[in-house]
């Protein structure tokens, strides 16, 4: 080999060196985090709030300093709320060698279809999302950071139980998360010694739910939980007011907001319904620590946090975690994830183990209730 | 059983029956004078709907918007007729069906891009109120919906039994070619009854938003059940499928109460099929298939 030969192949060489060893660290002057938002399409109008709050948390960090002193930026890509495109710029952030964590804020199918690569892609990432499939079983790159419905379901089933009441009716629509939904309270109400006297559905397209409300009512059951999401939301609620079921009503934590409100006549209307529905709601009437993030998150958002920008800020916060926790790498940032336990955030705690991506558990519901035309802890 | 249950399941059941009933009379009246079965039919009920929600939660006073709302619904008959029914009226029935189809995704595509997919609810007409007959709570406005499916059955039945108007309908919707060559339009009658149709669907739909709000897709129930409705009653007489629509809503109520919420579209449906197979002579007894044939 001649010395021009050399020196050719030795710098090659170190700038394949340089490559490699540059690949899975991120930078310490410019740490940038990956986010795929659901932008545009069905599930923008709940996604953009996740997004906001994800950036409100990565403001806040920014605010304390960001990572060893350097900017914490985000590069969010919008996946239109289409599994497909989820995967295709989920791609797009994993061969940027400058990022080595992403937040899915996008619906459960998209997340589904994430988790489906994340292995392949070999890049921790963590969905805001409360399909249990997304935690469990456990992907070695994925974690799931909101509850599962299932932890919805045995919260509500637990609080009913707790306040006295025997038996239970249920209402839920026949797509895929009502029929969870009844699934998961056909098992855990009985097992909490509850019985259910009534169990009726609905399909998004009906007009008329007279009958299922009648049954309920001829049931006469303690407690009512009225999964309604969606499309017929009002129609069931007003048809339920007018059809004079008294007995106390949960309805789906989606329920409560503007349209719903101005389709049943005013959020008076509401008054005194009940909610399984995470603690990140429920922040503004805590203490502590709880109203404390929340109080730095509402001042950064400019409003009080709602649900949704909780669960995208607790998302962050626990990115910002395992980051700060490791050595920056993508293997560092999952392990350090992997071994996050009880994680305090807004929203309640995050725990992780190697056969458990779950994140948040039933310890981060509560039951709120209409009040006034708040939603406060129902005691 | 208790009385008051089944008052309760039977009236409401004929609350959206009367919807149903009102879309298969348009079905039948539309495809006797046309030939065409127009399966745009729901798509007014929607139309009449959303426009009146949406104009009074712009400020519109209630009365203004019903009336825009029907006029808009009339228009979109007349439109629809003119434009995408009389150019295929003798075309293969697959190519006619298929046009209607793309009317109605048309039109409730341009339903969502308007007025987005939240559903537009309205406070009762005259109240928001409760009564009881039989043991059956409802609300008052579902006497103005029962009031204005009278009026609309009733009225067109006058039309078509009493006045020379009717007498040319029923003569294009019994043989096109006669009633032209007795001097009719038929392809203005066909345009009249589209119109009438249209403006007849958004009366109902805007009469119903109170009871059961409107979305942009409320349209596919109501065509769906109408149409069933216009097929139990034979598609050619506008008073059975009058008839055939309040079935399909008593029938699924009552289901709906009585066997389980989750099977009512399998038991009205499978009752449908039931009845056209043995309408179509499937369970007659003592013939074989090629009887009918060999009779002729």
């Not at chain 2, 539309?30 to 400020?59: D, K, P, R």
Request: net charge neutral; charged share 15%; with cysteine.
């Amino acid at each position: 080999m001649t010395g021009k030969a050399f020196l050719w192949a030795a710098a090659v060489a170190a700038a394949g060196l340089a490559a490699a060893a540059g690949a899975p660290r991120a930078s310490a002057e410019d740490l940038v985090i990956g986010e795929i938002g659901s932008l545009t399409g069905p599930a923008a109008a709940f996604d953009k709030s996740v997004v906001d709050g994800v950036a409100a948390e990565i403001k806040d960090w920014n605010n304390r300093g960001g990572f060893k002193g350097g900017k914490v930026t985000i590069e969010l890509l919008d996946d239109g709320s289409n599994a497909v495109d989820a995967v295709t710029v989920y791609r797009k952030l994993a061969q940027d060698k400058r990022i080595n964590v992403v937040i899915g804020a996008s619906p459960s199918p998209s997340l589904l279809a994430m988790k489906a690569v994340s292995d392949e892609f070999a890049i921790p990432t963590i969905g805001t999302a409360t399909v249990a499939q997304l935690g469990k079983p456990a992907a070695k790159y994925f974690f799931r950071a909101l509850p599962s419905t299932e932890d919805y379901m045995s919260g509500l089933v637990h609080w009913v139980k707790a306040h006295g009441y025997h038996t239970l009716a249920i209402l839920n629509p026949s797509g895929a998360t009502g029929q969870s939904e009844a699934t998961l309270l056909k098992k855990l109400a009985p097992a909490a010694g509850l019985k259910i006297v009534a169990a009726e559905t609905y399909n998004d397209s009906d007009t008329n739910f007279t009958a299922q409300l009648v049954n309920i009512r001829n049931a006469k059951p303690d407690f009512f939980y009225c999964g309604i999401i969606g499309g017929p939301s009002v129609t069931i609620f007003k048809q339920l007011k007018q059809l004079r079921l008294t007995m106390p009503v949960a309805i789906h934590s989606s329920s409560f907001n503007p349209a719903f409100y101005a389709g049943i006549g005013g959020i008076a209307q509401a008054e005194g319904v009940y909610t399984p529905i995470e603690r990140g709601a429920l922040a503004s009437s805590a203490s502590g620590l709880t109203l404390d993030l929340f109080k730095r998150a509402s001042a950064i958002l400019g409003h009080p946090a709602t649900n949704l920008n909780t669960a995208g800020w607790d998302t962050a916060m626990m990115v910002e975690h395992a980051i700060e926790t490791s050595d920056g790498t993508r293997d560092g940032i999952r392990n350090a994830m992997e071994a996050t336990k009880d994680l305090p955030v807004i929203g309640g705690v995050m725990s992780y183990a190697p056969d458990d991506h779950g994140g948040k558990d039933e310890r981060s519901i509560g039951i709120g209730r209409m009040v006034g035309g708040r939603i406060v802890e129902a005691k | 059983m208790d009385l008051a249950t089944f008052d309760q399941f039977a009236l409401s059941g004929l609350v959206t029956g009367c919807v149903y009933a009102l879309v298969a009379m348009g079905f039948v009246l539309c495809a006797n004078v046309s030939g065409v079965v127009n399966f745009a039919q729901g798509e007014y009920v929607m139309i009449g709907g959303l426009v009146t929600a949406s104009l009074v939660g712009l400020g519109v006073p209630l009365a203004a918007a019903a009336l825009a709302a029907v006029v808009l619904g009339a228009a979109l008959g007349f439109v629809q007729e003119r434009l995408t029914v009389t150019p295929i009226r003798r075309a293969p029935m697959f190519v006619q069906i298929t046009v209607t189809l793309a009317a109605a995704v048309l039109v409730r595509s341009v339903a969502l891009v308007v007025a987005g997919k939240d559903p537009y609810g309205l406070p009762g007409f005259v109240s928001d109120d409760v009564f009881e007959i039989g043991g059956a709570i409802l609300p008052y406005q579902v006497l103005l919906v029962w009031g204005a499916t009278a009026a609309m059955v009733g009225g067109t039945g006058w039309l078509l039994g009493r006045t020379a108007l009717g007498r040319a309908i029923r003569c294009v919707s019994i043989n096109p070619l006669a009633a032209d060559l007795m001097g009719i339009d038929s392809a203005r009658i066909s345009t009249l009854v589209f119109t009438a149709s249209g403006a007849m669907g958004a009366l109902a739909g805007l009469v119903m938003v109170p009871v059961t709000s409107v979305s942009w897709d409320s349209g596919i129930e109501y065509g769906l059940k109408g149409f069933t409705g216009a097929l139990l009653g034979g598609f050619r007489s506008p008073l059975r499928a009058t008839l055939g629509g309040l079935a399909i809503g008593l029938a699924e109520s009552l289901s709906a109460g009585y066997i389980s919420s989750q099977s009512k579209d399998i038991i009205t449906y499978g009752a449908l099929l039931l009845y056209l197979m043995v309408q179509g002579g499937a369970f007659a007894v003592g013939r074989r298939r090629g009887d009918h044939a060999e009779a002729h």
